[in-house]
């Protein structure tokens, strides 16, 4: 990577089909297989950057529903997480 490219985010299978506990177990599996592939190309490759990023990316939940139309449900879902989780792994 030159010096102007930045990381990207894990890449895992179809978050829309996320509903349960051991779905999202699976995409952090695929994350650390991902991540252990690849460990200097994802923007937040260290624990300290994943959980910055990973609080950031919760924080803005609300404006990332709002750029697609939506609006953030009141109950959280194990997709939101999965999202969230991914999130981190390239949010700048």
């Known amino acids: 990577m030159g010096s102007y490219e930045t990381g990207r ?4 299978g179809d978050l829309s089909e996320v509903t349960s506990l ?3 177990a699976e995409v952090v ?4 297989a991902d ?5 200097t190309e994802w923007e ?16 803005g939940l609300p404006s990332r529903y709002a750029n697609r139309g939506q609006q953030l ?19 700048e």
């Open 44 to 59: 937040n490759h260290t624990l300290d950057r994943f959980l910055d990023a990973l609080a950031a990316a919760l924080e």
């Open 9 to 12: 985010f894990a890449r895992v």
């Open 73 to 91: 449900p009141n109950t959280t879902t194990w997709k939101i997480l999965a999202e969230a989780l991914v999130t981190a792994s390239g949010y």
């Open 35 to 39: 991540l252990r592939e690849h460990p």
């Open 22 to 24: 051991t779905d999202v």
């Open 29 to 32: 599996h695929q994350m650390l």
